[in-house]
């Protein structure tokens, strides 16, 4: 079946620090895949999202690429901000079991003034 | 345009009593989902509907857990009897057709069985 396994946290950076998080997957098919973001006392919100190979998802100065040899989705951005402390999210959608989302377990982001 | 409505946020039983959660996706969204967050983990999906149809209920525990949206609009999950490790934040969420992955997350509701 799918899986999606990223790294533990929780991350703690300072504020301009560079931000990684891993991510990698197994599929049976060809996944679309997502990062998700949950602020403290809110809902998940989609960050960014890539739906086939070689392509670079990117908003709010984050980046991931779908990198299909390495089944992998890596979170990154060059300078973090306080208010980027979140729960981050990665996850693929299988459009051949409904487009249902498989998630990881979350890494918690904390950045530092 | 209004996001997905979710309503008690909060909810606290106690165990082996019957609790209710309700869903109203976002408008025109034919796709809905239930999913359950433990606490430290990713959400997984309970049950899946296309309208007023089951796609997918393959991960909900049908001995406790049922779920309906009879007019594919709103939709009620609910729980009885309820179990200490049903402790959880329940989310729904919503795809309109047109979009083939983006679901539309709600605030969620926080369970917690005492």
């Known amino acids: 079946g799918n899986s999606v396994t990223q790294m533990e946290g929780p991350v703690t950076l300072s504020e301009e620090a560079f931000l990684t998080i891993n991510c990698t997957y197994t599929a049976t098919g060809y996944p679309s895949l997502f990062w998700y973001v949950q602020y403290p006392g809110e809902g998940l919100q989609l960050l960014l999202k890539a739906t086939k190979a070689d392509d670079k998802g990117s908003n709010k100065g984050f980046e991931a690429t779908y990198r299909k040899e390495t089944t992998s989705f890596h979170l990154e951005k060059g300078s973090v901000q306080v208010s980027d402390s979140a729960v981050y999210f990665c996850?693929?959608?299988?459009?051949?079991?409904?487009?249902?989302?498989?998630f990881g377990g979350g890494t918690r982001l904390m950045v530092k003034p | 345009e209004a996001g997905v409505a979710q309503s008690p946020r909060y909810k606290i039983i106690e165990k082996r009593q019957s609790v209710a959660f309700w869903c109203n996706p976002i408008s025109g969204h034919a796709t809905l989902y239930w999913y359950q967050q433990i606490l430290g983990q990713g959400p997984k999906l309970l049950i899946q509907f296309q309208n007023n149809g089951v796609v997918d209920d393959s991960q909900l525990p049908k001995d406790r857990f049922s779920a309906e949206r009879l007019k594919g609009v709103d939709s009620t999950l609910k729980i009885q009897p309820a179990k200490l490790e049903d402790s959880a934040v329940y989310l729904c969420?919503?795809?309109?057709?047109?979009?083939?992955?983006?679901?539309?997350f709600g605030p969620g509701t926080r369970l917690t069985v005492l």
């Open positions: 996850a693929l959608s299988d459009k051949n079991a409904g487009n249902m989302l498989t």
């Open positions: 969420a919503s795809r309109p057709v047109s979009s083939y992955n983006e679901q539309f």
